[in-house]
C-alpha cells in the first residue's frame, strides 16, 4: 500500500505529480481557512451572544445602567466589560455608545428598574434606541497584517414604561 501511494505521489521521471500539487494545495486552504475561522469568527460569534445580552437589558430598563447610575460596581456597562475581560479581550479596547434615534439623547446612565423618578427612555416615546459597539480582536495581527475590530449594530425600542 505505501508503495501505491509513493506511486501516485511521485511521476515517472521522479518528479511530484500534478495531482500531488493540487491536493497538498487544497489541504493549505484548509488549513488557512481553518485557522481564520478560529481566530476571528470564533471570538465573533461570542461577542454577538454578549452584545445581544447587553440589548436585552438595555430594552428592560430603557437604557444601560453604568456607575452614575447610583447602583456602584454592579452596573451593565462594568459587567460587560468584565464578561469581556474573562474571555480574553481587552476591556480598553472597547467602544460602546447607545443613543436615542430622534432626540440624540445618551441612554447610557440610566436608573435602575425600580427606582422612582430616575432617568431612562420610556417605551411612550417610542423613540428607536442604537446600540454601537467596538472591540479590538484578541489577536491583533495574523501574519504581520493588523486585524479591524469587531463592530455591532442593534437597534431596538425600550420596553420600560
Not at 105 to 134: C, H, R, W
Request: proline share 3%.
Amino acid at each position: 500500500m505505501k508503495k501505491n501511494i509513493l506511486k501516485i505521489l511521485n511521476n515517472s521521471k521522479g518528479f511530484f505529480s500534478i495531482e500531488a500539487i493540487m491536493s497538498a494545495s487544497m489541504v493549505l486552504v484548509i488549513l488557512i481557512f481553518i485557522l481564520g475561522l478560529s481566530a476571528y469568527q470564533i471570538p465573533k460569534m461570542q461577542l454577538q451572544n454578549n452584545i445581544q445580552t447587553l440589548v436585552q437589558k438595555a430594552k428592560v430598563q430603557g437604557g444601560l445602567t453604568n456607575k452614575n447610575s447610583g447602583i456602584g460596581e454592579h452596573n451593565d456597562v462594568d459587567n460587560f466589560l468584565n464578561t469581556l475581560k474573562s474571555e480574553g479581550f481587552n476591556p480598553d479596547g472597547v467602544k460602546m455608545s447607545l443613543k436615542t434615534k430622534k432626540t440624540h439623547a445618551d441612554a447610557i446612565g440610566v436608573s435602575p428598574v425600580g427606582s422612582q423618578n430616575g432617568f431612562y427612555i420610556s417605551k411612550d416615546t417610542l423613540d428607536l434606541m442604537i446600540l454601537e459597539v467596538s472591540v479590538e480582536p484578541k489577536i491583533n495581527k495574523i501574519m504581520g497584517h493588523k486585524m479591524s475590530p469587531y463592530y455591532f449594530t442593534s437597534t431596538f425600542l425600550s420596553e420600560r414604561s
